[in-house]
Nanobody, 123 residues
Framework: QVQLAESGGGLVQAGGSLRLSCAAS????????VAWFRRAPWKEREFVVA????????HYADSVKGRSTISTDIAKNMVYLQMNSLKPEDTAVYYC????????????????WGQGTQVTVSS
């Protein structure tokens, strides 16, 4: 099992940027896929982006494609989500999640979850 801790959320104006961080501990992420999900008020949890640690394969949701970049720091066991051109509809709690194996977009496929970090985008 891997422990995950998100940080970097906050309040930002529309058009602004944020970089979310996910710190993993307990074991190396080799062989894992790490994903970001988000849950907006009164909505279901939504896939945002994922990266396969070993192969570097990424997959972005259409809602963030072109505005967001996921990256990893293998030495630090960290995953980052750079979000640009933020919109009010990006407002949500953002969660980091991890699973052993290939990249999947379904939240039920991820066993390990962080506590989340709030992102609020004002118009």
């Amino acid at each position: 099992q891997v422990q995950l801790a998100e940080s970097g959320g906050g309040l930002v104006q529309a058009g602004g940027s944020l970089r979310l961080s996910c710190a993993a501990s307990g074991r190396t992420l080799s062989g894992y896929t790490v994903a970001w999900f988000r849950r907006a008020p009164w909505k279901e949890r939504e896939f945002v982006v994922a990266v396969n640690w070993s192969g570097g394969t990424t997959h972005y949701a259409d809602s963030v494609k072109g505005r967001s970049t996921i990256s990893t720091d293998i030495a630090k066991n960290m995953v980052y989500l750079q979000m640009n051109s933020l919109k009010p509809e990006d407002t949500a709690v953002y969660y980091c999640a991890a699973r052993i194996g290939w990249l999947r977009v379904e939240s039920v496929e991820y066993r390990d979850w962080g506590q989340g970090t709030q992102v609020t985008v004002s118009s």
